[in-house]
């Protein structure tokens, strides 16, 4: 047990914090003082809940599958009364062959990364985004496979067109929300190594997640949409 409650450090809402990206995200907000909710998709144990242990009173863990609306309403309800200084959404997947052509993919596979990776975060930030304050932070786990101007080997079309997709989105959405103060990030971490990674990515968790959060942290108090890499460096659309 590291830490006890403290209702005055300031406070993370994580959607996808089970495991990975979303985890190790969670773990180091604490470690730096924040207060994380975080959610995961079922009743399983799992990272978040060990994470609970060690941070007693500072680790609020809830349920949702961030495909179904009506939880993200539900989720809202229950978090009515809160207020995040940030909203990130982390929650996100793959297929299951990266080498197929956008044309070899099933259309039910297609279907579940897009609503997965490019609908349901545009759909939880839509939900959540009142717990958040007008000079806040919203932000979202993009990746740089989602840029089209850096797009010249190809491969891996359907998660590159999903994360071109969120971020198309993402822009729709900070037009209209044009001229108000709150922050908004789209994040591209770079090829780490998690589940959906996979283990022959170039970079480990420990050395990339604090760069992670870094840039998270330095984008508060700065409003409009960036896209950026871990370093903080903008991303070519």
């Avoid at 730096?32 to 609020?60: C, F, I, K, P």
């Avoid at 999903?162 to 044009?178: G, W």
């Avoid at 997640?209 to 890499?229: A, H, M, R």
């Amino acid at each position: 047990m590291k830490s006890s409650s403290n209702d005055s450090a300031p406070a993370i809402l994580i959607i996808g914090a089970s495991r990975g990206l979303g985890n190790a995200m969670a773990a180091e907000c604490l470690n730096r003082g924040w207060n994380v909710v975080g959610t995961v998709r079922d009743s399983s144990r799992t990272e978040l809940h060990d994470l609970a242990d060690e941070y007693v009173g500072r680790v609020q863990i809830e349920h949702l599958d961030v495909t179904d609306p009506d939880q993200i309403t539900a989720l809202c309800n229950r978090l009515s009364t809160r207020c995040f200084d940030i909203l990130f959404v982390n929650a996100g997947t793959a297929n299951n062959n990266q080498d197929e052509t956008i044309a070899e993919v099933s259309t039910e596979e297609f279907m579940q990364v897009m609503i997965t990776n490019a609908l349901a975060p545009m759909r939880v930030i839509e939900g959540l985004q009142g717990l958040v304050p007008t000079d806040g932070l919203i932000g979202i786990m993009s990746s740089g496979q989602g840029s089209i101007a850096n797009n010249d080997k190809g491969g891996h079309e359907v998660y590159r067109g999903s994360k071109s997709a969120l971020n198309q989105y993402m822009r729709s959405y900070a037009a209209h929300h044009a001229g108000e103060r709150r922050a908004l990030l789209l994040l591209a971490p770079g090829w780490i190594r998690t589940a959906l990674g996979g283990p022959d990515a170039t970079f480990g968790l420990e050395e990339t997640v604090p760069e992670i959060v870094n840039t998270l942290l330095s984008k508060q108090g700065k409003p409009g949409l960036e896209y950026l890499d871990r370093m903080g460096r903008t991303v070519s659309w």
